[in-house]
């Protein structure tokens, strides 16, 4: 069985007489411990998809199928608690604590969940033991998303969902944080989520799924994900 099925889910926004549909009839599967790539240009329905599959949003129908569970059922409560207990974000600007150390932002993370992960292993994980004492200020851009995906980590999530996560870093740095989730994924097998309109990310999926004008316009498995030349 699937990890991830998502059946037909489809998510409309009314604003008075105006219908805007953000997911049409989506439907994909996606197996445990695999590097999803979805890609699709802006206003494709992306940010829609992805607060679906992180329980910040439900869609108006269709069933969305985590570890055999339909978190589309959810009430807010429930959906509160898949957030905090089965979901990592990683977003484009980091949105570290700026009084925090990195250790402490991991910290932070580790202690909402029961079954945490040691908080240096996952610093060391996304090579920072050294930068462990610095404030978010003191570190680059990408270290500072290294801290960000140490975070999400530390919860062992069982989904590691990641919006447009090298959108503020230059490409070679950018090329290194992917290694870093792509690596930490596959050390801890979290099933990971990367979001972006970045095509050239899409060779280090194991999957790619590409989104246009709210459908799913192709679904690609890729036998041989490469890292970023
Ligand atoms: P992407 O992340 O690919 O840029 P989005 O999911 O943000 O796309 O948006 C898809 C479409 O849904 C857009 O037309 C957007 O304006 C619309 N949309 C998204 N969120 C809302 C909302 N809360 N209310 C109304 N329309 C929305
Ligand atoms: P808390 O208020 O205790 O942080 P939340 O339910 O608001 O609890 O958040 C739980 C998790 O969901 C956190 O890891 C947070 O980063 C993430 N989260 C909450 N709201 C959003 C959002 N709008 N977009 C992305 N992630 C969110």
Redesign the pocket.
């Known amino acids: 069985m699937a990890y991830i099925e998502v059946q037909q889910a489809t998510?409309q926004?009314k604003?008075g007489e105006q219908v805007?549909?953000?997911?049409r009839d989506i439907s994909f599967e996606v197996d445990q411990g695999a590097v999803v790539v979805i890609l699709?240009?802006?206003?494709?329905?992306?940010?829609?998809?992805?607060?679906i599959l992180g329980g910040m949003d439900s869609p108006t129908s269709g069933r969305v199928l985590v570890d055999g569970v339909d978190i589309a059922q959810f009430n807010s409560r429930q959906l509160t608690t898949y957030r905090r207990q089965a979901v990592g974000f990683v977003f484009q600007f980091y949105n570290l604590v700026p009084n925090l150390t990195a250790r402490e932002n991991v910290e932070l993370a580790s202690q909402i969940t029961k079954d945490a992960r040691d908080v240096d292993e996952t610093l060391a994980l996304v090579g920072l033991t050294h930068r462990a004492d610095n404030f978010p200020a003191q570190l680059s851009g990408g270290e500072q998303q290294r801290v960000a995906i140490a975070r999400a980590v530390a919860k062992n999530p069982k989904l590691l969902l990641c919006d447009e996560p090298t959108g503020a870093l230059d490409y070679q740095t950018g090329k290194q944080v992917l290694q870093v989730i792509q690596d930490a994924a596959k050390q801890t097998q979290t099933t990971v989520i990367i979001?972006t309109?970045n095509s050239a990310i899409a060779q280090l999926g194991d999957q790619v799924i590409r989104?246009n004008d709210?459908q799913v316009q192709s679904v690609e498995h890729n036998a041989h994900p490469t890292p970023l030349a």
Do not use: C, D, E, Y
């Open positions: 998510r926004f604003n805007t549909v953000a997911n699709g240009p802006s206003g494709a329905g992306k940010s829609t998809l992805l607060n979001v309109h989104i709210a």
